[in-house]
T-cell receptor
Framework: DAKTTQPPSMDCAEGRAANLPCNHSTISGNEYVYWYRQIHSQGPQYIIHGLKNNETNEMASLIITEDRKSSTLILPHATLRDTAVYYCIVKIYNQGGKLIFGQGTELSVKP | NAGVTQTPKFQVLKTGQSMTLQCAQDMNHNSMYWYRQDPGMGLRLIYYSASEGTTDKGEVPNGYNVSRLNKREFSLRLESAAPSQTSVYFC?????????FGQGTRLTVV
């Protein structure tokens, strides 16, 4: 699985969009980008995944660059409850094997 | 739909004691995982099972053993607990895309 790089921390004002970047320059053609988040002390929660097209669901949007070497998770209107650690993972879809979480980005949403 | 259930939620052990952490999922997933999370740190993979009957080491397997008892259950055993194993332990199961996590077991070894 390709390695990912995320900033260790970010701040965002409540009500504004939170844009969380992830670099995955060694991603291969059949690897998907997955995002999870972990709110304090809870188990991580799946947010969204994508291959090359931009994706949107009720929680967030995922923008993947055309060369697929980086992506951005967008929380369009961040709330205080979005304060969490966000993890970007690259993995082949429908493949078993290791699921490795890096250090993630600690997002603090401030009033 | 219970999802992923871990037992116990809290446990205190004395150094040298043994115990088994239980995990069960009701989503018919093939893949299951055990992680540990130390304070202020990210999740580290201990062991995983890609399917019933198979297990493999993760990033930090030393001091642990696992059993994939059947498709539903994946247990983690500490044979001789050490203070360094004080942590929060998470179990997860995964379908094609999404991993589902339990609520964690807070283990303290004194």
């Amino acid at each position: 699985d390709a390695k990912t790089t995320q900033p260790p921390s970010m701040d965002c004002a409540e009500g504004r969009a939170a844009n969380l970047p992830c670099n995955h320059s060694t991603i291969s053609g059949n690897e998907y980008v997955y995002w999870y988040r972990q709110i304090h002390s809870q188990g991580p929660q799946y947010i969204i995944h994508g291959l090359k097209n931009n994706e949107t669901n009720e929680m967030a949007s995922l923008i993947i660059t055309e060369d697929r070497k980086s992506s951005t998770l967008i929380l369009p209107h961040a709330t205080l409850r979005d304060t969490a650690v966000y993890y970007c993972i690259v993995k082949i879809y429908n493949q078993g094997g290791k699921l490795i979480f890096g250090q993630g980005t600690e997002l603090s949403v401030k009033p | 739909n219970a999802g992923v259930t871990q037992t116990p939620k809290f446990q205190v052990l004395k150094t040298g004691q043994s115990m088994t952490l239980q995990c069960a999922q009701d989503m018919n997933h093939n893949s299951m995982y055990w992680y540990r999370q130390d304070p202020g740190m990210g999740l580290r993979l201990i062991y995983y099972s890609a399917s019933e009957g198979t297990t493999d080491k993760g990033e930090v397997p030393n001091g642990y053993n696992v059993s994939r008892l059947n498709k539903r259950e994946f247990s983690l055993r500490l044979e001789s607990a050490a203070p360094s194993q004080t942590s929060v332990y998470f179990c997860a199961s995964r379908n094609r895309a999404e991993a589902f996590f339990g609520q964690g077991t807070r283990l303290t070894v004194v």
